[in-house]
């Protein structure tokens, strides 16, 4: 059964640190790229960030450029995202996402009612002082 299953998440005060950690199995994790996104209350899915098969390549949305890091470990078949300088409207619930597309489509990737495309369940962060 294909897993992916997201950890990390938090409560965190504006200016601190997280490490999101998306664990994957029931396939194989180093021949896919892999993206990070999240949703804020009451808000919309929000891209923001891709690796590409290998890791040597990676891409941010520009709200969280420069702040966040993503990379991963397929030796491990994990996928993380560094998440620094964090602000209130970081808050949101972040979701690990597997998709064939390199480079990737920002609009199709938060489209979470595609066929190609296969979610985790998501971990909460919480940025608030």
């Known amino acids: 059964e294909e897993q992916l299953v997201e950890s990390g998440g938090g409560l965190v005060q504006p200016g601190g640190s997280l490490t999101l950690s998306c664990a994957a199995s029931?396939?194989?994790?180093?021949?896919?790229?892999m993206n990070w996104v999240r949703q804020a209350p009451g808000k919309g899915f929000e891209w923001v960030s891709s690796?590409?098969?290998?890791?040597?390549?990676?891409v941010y949305a520009d709200s969280v450029k420069d702040r966040f890091t993503i990379s991963r470990d397929d030796a491990k078949d994990t996928l993380y995202l560094q998440l620094n300088s964090l602000k209130t409207d970081d808050t949101a619930r972040y979701y690990c996402?597997?998709?064939?597309?390199?480079?990737?489509?920002?609009?199709?990737?938060?489209?979470?009612?595609?066929?190609?495309?296969?979610w985790g369940q998501g971990t909460q962060v919480t940025v608030s002082s």
């Open positions: 996402v597997r998709s064939p597309q390199w480079p990737v489509d920002t609009e199709a990737i938060r489209d979470a009612s595609r066929t190609d495309n296969y």
């Open positions: 029931g396939f194989t994790f180093r021949a896919w790229p």
């Open positions: 690796i590409n098969i290998g890791g040597s390549s990676a």
